[in-house]
């Protein structure tokens, strides 16, 4: 205590002293700040979505809706302009997949704003991963049977909130410089299917050290006047954290990590951080920079905390909880907040689950090939490394990359220079010739195939498993389900000849009733910013799938003469769209979950190679190239099958934001320990979705002036909202709110508040608020 009053007193003489320290700090994180060759502009916006009845995208499980948040979702964009030339614009969204009539009706009303500024050709999009969030955005009908159809709340947020970061990181555009970094990462992931990467050639496993790709590629943003202002980063691992069971909103490991990042920096560039809690390296601790320790006894505490009984719902209007965010309360006007970014890239067949798939009655390990526990494969599940605990899982594999992209960004030093250009091209995978040139030098004509899933598609995986009684690793099929299949659509035999040996379970690409189950007209694109290429692929490719793309294109640059120096190959994967998985012809072979879900058969990613290889000459001999056939907007014709909300009610007496279950009177918890749980009376979150707001704030008592501050929301982990109704079709509903206290959290007195909206029987909406009792955290 003797050295804390000593600095206390050091800080009040010498205030001068942290200020100069702070400015060593981002000159230390920044980097040294070359010439700037290039206008960057940086922007972030929720697409959270509906919290509540909407089932989530990712799983293909109909039990798992939304009821809930565990933290929030954005769309996080950088654009990267040459001063008078051309610009492109990546956006990164906390979601399970691009889609491609959001990606369509994005672009419409960019094009509606800036003209022809951002097209198709220059904005890719695309999405994490994560198996956490609200469904029904896609326009295909297999990718919205199990969310009973299109949901325009979910496809709104998404265009809204795309949009919206774009015009920020439009509006933020600024002279600044790009620095590139990579490195590898080695425990936040591994192959879910060993068997299928073992049946490509061994001189091909030989040249890699691992089965999965370890290597993490990051971006650094550095503005001329306030440095580092963003990074975006690419690391294959799958967004399967949270599991099939999961009912709450969540960007899972790389959505975890990306809090963490941002959080991380805004802490160690805000007037708070002249604390003597100032870290550099460390996990945030947000909360403990913005507001000291507080000195008074537990005794004065409690007493102080007594006088704070719990508040009755009352009226609160639309803008309520978005002034009372954390973040916004951090957020320096003057200048631009610091956008993170955890993109996706090859993970086809790479899982978070790192301990491996165990059986659940057993223990023991999964069947290695076809991935079942005594022929049943839905017993076999992965492990993450909180096992049991799926939130600790994603905390930790987030951290894990969170930790890495922290030491890319700190010692980034590799400046890309050079232009700034884009190629872009739709391509018909249905029906494409493939030119393949065989050892002996010749070269023979194959085609793709209409879309089609195998057997094994419904086996799920060991991050995910389905039911019934399919397995991985299914050429054959059997009878019964072949009967179920006939009932929909009977493949002819020229189309199962072309996905042989994929026996076909749902022949999709030939399903058009009542329109279309699956694409066929894929986007293709390439961004270039100096000696970096990003290619945009609308799947997921396995790991060897991925390094075979990428070889190509890069062996293409090369040979083209015109890069001496390093040249950056990335993939962005689930971009501007999804048409699902993307093996090589070897892994197609095994008829795993991936090769069954490779929809254009055994020549899918050959097509991709000669597709992108032609985009690559293209764009370094400076030629245009055809935009291909138009994909078909199908907006119109969508059906929906989730039932509204009708109404919301309280029993007599009650008011909205009422508290149910309020906190013991004299709680007293302990920090990094205990957990405070709070019911209160609720209306349906889909009545207002609160974007850029919270629905749930942890508030602390400022003793001075006797006002509550936020000091959490239902964006950081350690909150939790939940949302429930007694019954199915009750109009009466409760939102429960738990704090995990961190360990970083301020000693103090605290109360849990709660914000809604509540649906009348006519249809308007009215706002309220409550909150808890006060109680104290030691």
């Known amino acids: ?82 001063p008078e030339g051309k610009r492109v614009a990546f956006v990164n969204i906390d979601a399970c997949m691009a889609s491609q009539i959001v990606t369509l009706k994005v672009i419409e009303r960019l094009k509606a704003r800036y003209g022809d500024l951002y097209t198709e050709k220059n904005v890719g999009i695309s999405g994490i991963h994560t198996h956490a969030g609200p469904g029904g955005y896609l326009q295909y009908v297999v990718y919205i049977v199990t969310s009973l159809g299109f949901v325009r709340q979910s496809f709104d947020a998404l265009v809204d909130g795309i949009e919206n970061s774009i015009i920020q990181a439009h509006e933020n555009l600024r002279p600044g410089s790009i620095f590139i970094n990579n490195g590898e990462l080695l425990d936040a992931g591994v192959n879910r299917s060993p068997s299928a990467y073992l049946n490509n050639p061994p001189e091909e496993r030989s040249k890699h050290k691992y089965n999965v790709d370890k290597e ?15 990074s975006f980063n690419w690391f294959a691992t799958h967004g399967t954290s949270m599991s099939r069971t999961n009912s709450l909103i969540s960007g899972d490991n790389k959505g975890a ?45 409690l007493e102080l905390a007594s006088y704070f009984e719990s508040q009755p719902g009352r009226p609160a209007t639309r803008i309520s909880s978005s002034a009372r965010r954390v973040r916004s309360a951090l957020r320096n006007a003057d200048r631009p907040g610091f956008v993170s970014a955890f993109c996706q890239t090859n993970c086809g067949d790479v899982s978070p689950n790192v301990l491996g798939a165990f059986c659940l009655d057993t223990g023991l390990p999964c069947d290695f090939n076809h991935s079942t526990c005594g022929g049943r494969n ?28 922290l030491d890319l960004f700190n010692e980034a030093s590799e400046q890309l220079q050079g232009k700034v250009d884009y190629r872009h091209v739709y391509i018909d995978f249905s029906q494409l010739n493939v030119t393949l040139v065989k050892k002996d ?31 991985q690793g299914d050429d054959k099929g059997n009878p019964f389900w072949r009967m179920v299949r006939n009932v929909l659509k009977i493949p002819g035999k020229k189309q199962m000849d072309c996905h042989h040996p994929k026996p076909i379970l749902l022949d999709t690409g030939e399903m058009t009733k009542p329109y279309d189950w699956t694409p066929s007209i894929l986007s293709l694109q390439i961004l270039r910013i100096g000696q970096l290429f990003i290619l945009s692929v609308p799947g997921e490719f396995t790991t060897m799938a991925g390094r075979r793309l990428r070889d190509a294109v890069k062996t293409q640059l090369k040979s083209s003469g015109k890069f001496s120096g390093e040249i950056h190959v990335v993939i962005a994967g689930l971009a501007n769209g999804y048409s699902q998985y993307v093996t090589t012809f070897e892994e197609y072979q095994v008829q795993r979950y991936e090769g069954a879900s490779t929809l254009f058969g055994p020549h899918t990613l050959s097509g991709y190679i000669q597709e992108f290889k032609k985009l690559s000459k293209s764009l370094v001999l400076g030629m245009p190239v055809q935009p291909g056939p138009q994909p078909p907007d199908l907006l119109d014709k969508q059906l929906s099958f989730l039932t509204p909300v009708m109404m919301d009610t309280t029993p007599v007496g009650d008011s909205f934001g009422d508290v149910i279950s309020d906190v013991p009177k004299n709680l007293s918890l302990k920090r990094g320990n205990d957990q405070v749980t709070v019911v209160f009376r609720s209306g349906c979150p889909r009545n207002d979705l609160l974007t850029e707001g919270t629905f749930a704030l942890v508030e602390r008592l400022e003793q001075k002036d006797k006002t509550w501050t936020p000091v959490y929301d239902d964006d950081d982990l350690c909150l939790r909202f ?39 029987l006519f249809g308007s909406v009215h706002h309220f608020t409550g909150s808890s009792s006060a109680f104290v955290v030691t």
Request: charged share 25%; aromatic share 12%.
């Open 1 to 82: 205590m003797m050295e804390l009053s000593l600095f206390r007193l050091w800080r009040t003489c010498f205030p001068s002293f942290f200020y100069i320290s702070a400015v060593l700090l981002l000159l230390a994180i920044g980097g040294v700040y070359a010439h700037s060759e290039y206008m960057i502009g940086m922007g972030s916006y929720d697409i959270t979505g509906p919290a509540a009845d909407v089932n989530m995208m990712g799983y293909a499980n109909m039990e798992q809706v939304a009821s809930g948040i565990h933290f929030r979702l954005r769309a996080r964009t950088f654009i990267v302009s040459e």
């Open 216 to 230: 993490m590629t990051l971006l650094k943003f550095v503005d001329d006047q306030f440095g580092p202002v963003g």
């Open 257 to 301: 990590a990306a809090r963490l990042m941002e959080d991380w920096f805004e802490q160690n560039t805000a007037e708070s951080s002249y604390s003597e809690e100032f870290i550099s390296d460390e996990i945030p601790r947000r909360v403990s920079s913005i507001i000291g320790d507080n000195q008074d006894s537990d005794e004065e505490l």
């Open 378 to 405: 839905e017993l076999c599940y992965g492990r993450g490394p909180g096992y049991p605990d799926e939130f600790e899982s994603t905390r930790i594999i987030g951290e894990r990359q969170f930790k890495k992209a």
């Open 441 to 471: 030098g010749n070269s023979e004509v194959v085609k793709t195939c209409p879309a089609a899933m195998g057997f094994a598609f419904a086996a799920g995986t060991t991050d995910g498993p389905g039911a019934f009684d399919f397995t």
């Open 722 to 760: 939940k949302w429930s109704r007694p019954k199915k079709l009750s109009s009466r509903s409760q939102a429960t709110v738990e704090w995990r206290i961190p360990e970083s959290a301020s000693p103090g007195v605290y109360r849990i508040t709660h914000f809604g909206a509540a649906k009348k």
